[in-house]
């Protein structure tokens, strides 16, 4: 199984500390983060994906507009300068330590913050990633584990 991500949540999980919009968003979200760190992998999706999830009764949530689109576009633009490989709705990647001090650093130093303008989280990612990423859920670590593909694969 696999999670489902939109592109802009790839930055969003680097800094989620267990803040969300409602308990029943936030409870969602630690059980998304429970299964990475658990070692599955993300299968980038186009639109709404698992974290948008329990918002998606709201007709007018911010998960159906334009502009989360235009972040998801803006944020797989830049992981993919980052790592060098493409990526795209319909591949998976895992997650893993490796990968996430990367993302991690370059999101610290603004490289991979362009989606993240003028959302509503932007001062609490900042203030996070700005402590050294203190009590985030996130770890990567189990996806060191023997027999679990590190690469970015097409489905």
């Avoid at 009764?57 to 998960?63: G, S, V």
């Avoid at 235009?70 to 633009?77: F, W």
């Avoid at 203190?134 to 590190?150: D, F, H, M, W």
Wanted: charged share 20%; net charge negative; with cysteine.
């Amino acid at each position: 199984m696999t999670v489902r991500l939109r592109g802009h949540h790839l930055l969003c999980l680097l800094t989620f500390v267990g803040k969300g919009y409602t308990p029943t968003f936030t409870a969602n979200y630690r059980r998304i983060v429970a299964r990475l760190n658990e070692g599955e992998a993300v299968e980038l999706v186009g639109g709404p994906d698992d974290i948008c999830t329990p918002m998606l009764a709201e007709a007018d949530h911010h998960c159906l507009n334009a502009s989360a689109t235009e972040r998801d576009a803006q944020a797989l633009a830049d992981v993919v300068a980052l790592i060098g490989r493409p990526l795209a709705v319909g591949m998976q990647l895992v997650l893993d330590a490796d990968l996430l001090a990367a993302l991690r650093s370059a999101f610290a130093e603004g490289t991979t913050r362009e989606a993240c303008t003028g959302c509503q989280w932007h001062a609490l990612c900042t203030d996070i990633a700005a402590g050294g990423y203190a009590g985030v859920r996130l770890s990567g670590e189990a996806q060191n584990t023997p027999g679990i593909s590190r690469a970015v694969r097409a489905l």
